[in-house]
């Protein structure tokens, strides 16, 4: 009777582990690609000035480039895919718009140059199982049916929507795109296109794949949404992990997903909604998410009071802090660790007083010595000039004294220590 117990118990321990093998082997949806929806606060005087006079760019010309626009015709976005799959999932937003917006065609294809497709790549893209042309309604985001493409790591795709609708366009957020007349998403390259910069409709894209890797979601302002050299997408730090990530030989797969908005806060909404308002949106909703790296904080205490965006309510050390332990804590309750990144340096100027170098002070320390957070990535440390701490070393200094260089952004990439990510 005992050893009767025994067999099935054995057995039963076996079916249930090959039972978890099959499962795990089962191919599973991953999110490869984000840009987070984001609307912009109208420019103020003080940053029309400052713009003008830092920049060097007419009033005249910010605020057209800044006055949001309706466009209509074919849009065309072209992204890099580092992940690989044998189907994919494209996320189109109207999250942050107020009306319904009617989508007329969708196509996705290979891109063989900018914006160019390779032929007989493209193909339509269909919605609630089959629909060619959908209406997102206001507020929500909308999911497409899956489609047959095999993707691998460094896949530059074509992401093209007909709008029967206008889309209004803001003029920030870095992302390059084409614009042309009518429906042209089953052209390989678009006639009299016109090349324009705004945030993505296109929002997020998930591949289908059978090693189920983890997700890592980068978390912050511009020096984490990055810049970008040319049309296929990002070229930060983040996209820089991932490429670390995919190259070594052994420990987990994982799909690093960028969170960034250029002029994000953690505490309140101006460029884009507050982070902690965003939070689940773009990170915690993600299937598989594992890992939030946060940086995210340099905006909040640069538009403290007065700054080129106007006048703002004080912030101080303590209340940034309590932002982070509650990125903390609504992390954890999802099971995912969280990561701060250091606030790089922020030089004294016209705007950065001398009390807002020492509150970025503050919070580093909290940061590299709470033990709050489940690790800490010292992106400061990485891209400071040792001789004067307030400021980049000139070879990672973009210019400006607050974005990273190219070669910040690949130094911080680099500084990261991949035994983070078992």
């Known amino acids: 009777m005992l050893g009767g117990l025994v067999r099935r118990a054995l057995f039963g321990g076996m079916a249930l ?15 490869a690609f984000q840009s987070s929806p984001a609307t912009y606060e109208a420019p103020s005087e003080v940053f029309i000035k ?21 466009i209509t015709g074919t849009v065309r976005y072209q992204v890099t895919v580092l992940a690989e799959g044998s ?20 196509s996705v294809g290979l891109a063989r140059s900018a914006f160019v497709a390779q032929p007989g790549s493209l193909r339509h893209v269909t919605f609630n199982g089959g629909s060619s042309s959908v209406s997102i309604p206001a507020r929500t985001p909308i999911i497409s049916d899956p489609v047959e493409m095999r993707v691998k790591v ?59 890797p983890n997700v ?57 909604a507050a982070g902690l308002a965003r939070l689940d949106r773009d990170a915690l909703r993600i299937g598989g998410i594992s890992h939030l790296i946060l940086l995210e904080g340099i905006n909040d205490i640069n538009f403290s009071g007065q700054s080129p965006f106007g006048v703002n309510p004080e912030i101080t050390a303590e209340e940034l802090i309590s932002g982070y332990r509650q990125v903390i804590a609504r992390a954890h309750a999802r099971g995912v660790k969280v990561y701060i990144g250091t606030l790089t ?34 992106f400061d440390a990485t891209v400071r000039d040792p001789a004067a701490p307030t400021r980049f070393k000139a070879e990672f200094d973009s210019g400006d004294h607050l974005h990273p260089s190219d070669r910040g952004y690949a130094a911080m990439g680099d500084g990261i220590d991949l035994r983070l990510f078992p």
């Open 17 to 31: 582990l090959f039972a978890g093998t099959a499962a795990t082997a089962q191919p599973t949806w991953r999110d």
């Open 50 to 70: 400052f713009a003008s006079e830092h920049w060097h760019v007419p009033p005249e010309q910010l605020l057209s480039d800044l006055t949001p626009q309706p």
């Open 87 to 106: 189907q994919i999932r494209l996320r189109l937003s109207n999250e942050e718009g107020a009306a319904p917006l009617r989508l007329k065609a969708v």
């Open 154 to 212: 460094g896949t530059e795709l074509l992401v093209s929507t007909a709008l029967a609708s206008p889309l209004m366009n803001e003029g920030r957020g870095g992302a390059g795109f084409l614009l042309a007349a009518g429906d042209q998403t089953s052209n390989v390259a678009l006639d009299q296109a016109m090349p324009m910069k705004g945030r993505p409709l296109l929002t997020g894209l998930s591949i289908l794949s059978k090693a189920a």
């Open 216 to 272: 890592i979601v980068t978390f912050g302002d511009s020096i984490t949404d990055g810049n970008r050299n040319g049309p296929s997408g990002l070229h930060g730090w983040p996209e820089r992990l991932a490429r670390r990530l995919l190259m070594r030989k052994s420990g987990r797969k994982y799909n690093v997903v960028n969170a960034g908005i250029a002029g994000n806060r953690l505490l309140a909404a101006g460029w884009g």
């Open 345 to 378: 340096p922020n030089p004294p100027s016209e705007f950065t007083t001398p009390a807002k170098v020492v509150m970025r002070d503050a919070v580093n320390r909290w940061i590299r010595h709470s033990g709050e957070p489940d690790g800490v990535i010292d």
